[in-house]
């Protein structure tokens, strides 16, 4: 087996996949990636792991604390590895433009595995449900197909296809599973192909959140699990948020903030924990009625164990008629569980769904404490557009993104398997 295994990760998002397979030793080749903050963040990311196999970790600190800005960091990494984040939209009229860069990245090399999952929004039951045509009809249902367009060409020994649990019942017009579509096409290239549902707090990871984890074999298919050993943390959410400063709405910065106390056990096991300080513990500012919202749902769990449904409000509280839709859309994230509920995108709209559960810091979660349930290393930067990343890039790259840990795992359980 090489050493060093080499993956090109395909609809990258923040890089929460790759993160896990280049902690458990895997090479990145290239991310492709759409989102003009995304890419940033992933140019970031590998810039601090060059720094840190470089022995030059104090350079990725001193952007962190400002000492200097993104392009000075940049520049004093190889370009080979700011230009191996390729921004661009996978569709077929651009994938011989993204062949190119990729062939001259590899250098001749063999591409050993491929990463990704095409953005779920068709897939997922929530997106199906809302669109008036069930996504039937969404150019994103066929986005696979471009997948499959990079195994033809490049032919690596296996890949691992990621999606939202949707995928499992997504249908075309005429009725046929797209999964079923999607493995027949794997196949017609000569992958057989395994799957699991897999859920992420089965992992270490203090998150109720299920994913489809679709892996490929070019090949003889006698080794293809991909499930990872299990590990649940005798941990509580409010144990990993402990050591941050408390806040009120509207406190704290992106920049970096000390920890109040040592690192927990869970945070060493997990590769959350860091000697770097924590970046983007920076809180939402709400408005009165929101704020006195979340004081309600907060002791309302806090001594019933019970969620606030919205026509319970008082109605000077309430800003809408329809009680019947969205009863549940102010939801605390469970303190004293061993795993909160599903980090999605929409956390980047709204702090709604994911109030904090101290009522004495009356708020929605922060970035960094979103990036904690996800598993992010506290040293991992989430960019935006600009120089002065947003909020809002934050929240949606850490809610769009695979669990760390949970990458970890596959990553390890496929290196374990691996006969090449």
């Known amino acids: 087996m090489p050493d060093q295994l080499k993956f090109v990760d395909l609809f990258a998002g923040g890089g929460g996949l790759s993160e896990g397979f280049i902690q458990e030793g895997y090479e990145p080749v290239a991310h492709v990636e759409a989102d003009v903050a995304a890419c940033n963040t992933l140019r970031t990311r590998l810039a601090y792991h060059w720094f840190v196999a470089a022995g030059r970790r104090d350079l990725y600190e001193d952007y962190l604390t400002g000492g200097i800005d993104r392009d000075k960091m ?3 990494v190889p370009q080979r590895v700011v230009r191996s984040v390729i921004n661009d939209e996978i569709q077929p009229d651009t994938l011989a433009r993204i062949y190119c860069e990729i062939d001259s990245l590899l250098e001749g090399r063999k591409l050993d595995l491929l990463l990704g999952g ?26 696979y197909e471009c997948y499959a367009s990079f195994l ?78 299990r590990w649940t943390p005798r941990v509580t959410v409010s144990e990993i948020f402990q050591d941050l400063p408390p806040l009120s709405a509207g406190e704290g910065d992106i920049t970096p ?41 907060v002791t309302e769990w806090n001594e019933r164990q019970s969620r606030l449904r919205y026509g319970d409000l008082p ?20 303190a004293d569980l061993p795993f909160a509920h599903t980090v999605v995108a929409h956390i980047c709209k709204d702090g709604h769904y994911y109030i904090h559960p101290d009522i004495d ?9 979103a990036a904690r349930l996800q598993t992010f290393p506290d040293d991992y930067y989430f960019e935006g557009v600009r ?7 934050a929240f949606r790259q850490i809610g769009n993104a695979v669990p760390v840990l949970l990458s970890r795992g596959i990553a390890s359980r496929i290196r374990h398997n691996w006969d090449g």
């Open 74 to 76: 940049y520049a004093e």
């Open 118 to 143: 095409p953005p779920c929004q068709a897939y997922s039951i929530v997106g199906r449900s809302r669109d008036p045509d069930g996504m039937v009809e969404d150019k994103r249902n066929y986005l």
């Open 361 to 369: 810091q009356n708020r929605s979660i922060t970035p960094r404490e």
């Open 387 to 393: 120089k002065r990343p947003s909020r809002t890039h």
């Open 257 to 297: 903030c000390r920890r109040l106390a040592c690192e927990s056990r869970w945070q060493v096991k997990a590769g959350v924990g860091s000697p770097l300080p924590a970046t983007w513990h920076q809180a939402r500012p709400h408005t009165a009625r929101d704020l006195e919202i979340y004081r309600i749902a």
């Open 315 to 334: 109605r000077r509280l309430k800003t809408h008629s329809n009680e019947t839709a969205f009863v549940d859309r102010f939801k605390v994230v469970a």
């Open 152 to 229: 033809d060409k490049y032919r690596p020994k296996r890949f691992v296809f990621e999606n939202v649990m949707g995928l499992l019942s997504a249908r075309d017009s005429n009725g046929r599973l797209y999964f079923d579509a999607m493995r027949q096409r794997f196949s017609d290239l000569g992958y057989e192909t395994a799957f699991s549902t897999l859920n992420a707090k089965d992992y270490g990871v203090l998150q109720n959140r299920k994913r489809v984890i679709l892996v490929g074999h070019c090949g003889d298919a006698a080794t293809m699990n991909p499930e990872p050993e």
